[in-house]
């Protein structure tokens, strides 16, 4: 606001002074008088323009930014989660909806399997999946499949826990306990670790 009373103050002046010494001062001292109101003008407008550029180009930011946080890391949304626990399936499937993922779940690993093998199109994205399932663990689901898909592994045991070279053969591990507060934050390295491997094997 202060800057358009500044400019309107500017064309005010410049008016008073058109009006009041066109017909006593001559054309050369006329035109010196004018010229800083002239090129103050001019700089000015200038300034508009290049806001208004500026402006539509935050707009294009921020509808971008709005664009890929609904849907946390795109294309990487549709997730096959594997757990024999009830409540943490439901409590994590929740967890990963309210994130802007669509979620497939399965009990066990013969189950996830089977929906693995019928994904033709490639429509699953990522494989969260339990270490200790009814049947075989999640590695081994990892090794059945060939490691197509980014597989992030959950467990309430410790890492240590678990066979050293397990942890090798999956993209990333999270513990139960932790599943909650930093699941963004592995999801995130889990899926950085497929893509840099996947560009090695090329």
Do not use: C
């Not at 001559?26 to 500026?54: D, M, S």
């Not at 399936?89 to 690993?109: F, N, P, Q, R, W």
């Not at 066979?163 to 599943?179: M, P, R, T, Y």
């Amino acid at each position: 606001m202060e800057t358009w009373n500044v400019l309107a103050n500017e064309i005010t002046l410049a008016l008073d002074t058109i009006v009041h010494s066109v017909g006593n001062t001559p054309t050369p001292l006329l035109l010196v008088i004018l010229a800083p109101l002239i090129f103050t003008a001019y700089v000015f407008f200038n300034w508009l323009v290049k806001e208004g550029e500026e402006h539509d180009e935050l707009e294009k930011f921020n509808g971008l930014l709005e664009i890929s946080q609904s849907h946390f890391l795109s294309p990487f949304s549709r997730i096959l989660l594997v757990d024999d626990d009830p409540s943490f399936l439901e409590m994590s499937t929740k967890l990963l909806e309210s994130k802007g993922h669509d979620v497939i779940t399965a009990m066990t690993g013969q189950e996830a399997l089977d929906i693995l093998h019928r994904d033709f199109d490639h429509e699953i994205h990522v494989v969260i999946t339990d270490f200790k399932l009814p049947d075989f663990n999640g590695v081994e689901l990892s090794q059945k499949n060939g490691h197509v898909y980014p597989f992030l592994l959950v467990s309430a045991l410790d890492g240590k826990q678990i066979k050293w070279n397990s942890l090798d053969i999956v993209d990333g591990f999270i513990h139960k306990s932790k599943f909650r507060n930093d699941f963004e934050k592995e999801f995130e390295k889990t899926i950085n670790k497929w893509i840099e491997n996947e560009k090695k094997a090329a």
